[in-house]
């Protein structure tokens, strides 16, 4: 009876890691294909001259570049947006020149 028991212990647990290995890699797949999806759109509005229209609140942000406080920028673009560090650094760059 104990081996039984410890046998499905096992099984389970094998099972449990095998689906969680799986969405993993499922996810990690689909935020890479967002990834290049979002860099082809950037490219196209560049190409096509179209800026991405900002929050209120970009004239703070210029402020603080102007006054060399990038880092401070990039916190207040994240608060405005809600953008995560990487996005906020790439479009606090791109305001910068």
């Known amino acids: 009876m104990n081996s039984d028991l410890w046998t499905i212990i096992g ?11 799986t969405m ?3 996810h990690k797949t689909l935020e890479r294909r967002l990834r290049h999806m979002d860099r082809k759109l950037n490219l196209v509005m560049e190409h096509l001259g179209i800026e991405e229209p900002g929050p209120e609140g970009m004239a703070e942000i210029d402020a603080l ?6 880092v401070e920028a990039i ?3 994240r608060e405005l947006t809600g953008a995560g560090l990487v996005e906020a650094k790439e479009a606090v760059e791109r305001r910068e020149g």
Do not use: T, W
């Open 65 to 70: 570049l102007h006054k060399g406080r990038k």
């Open 75 to 77: 916190k207040r673009y």
């Open 24 to 26: 993993d890699a499922r």
């Open 11 to 21: 099984a389970a647990a094998v099972v449990i890691v095998v689906l969680a290995s």
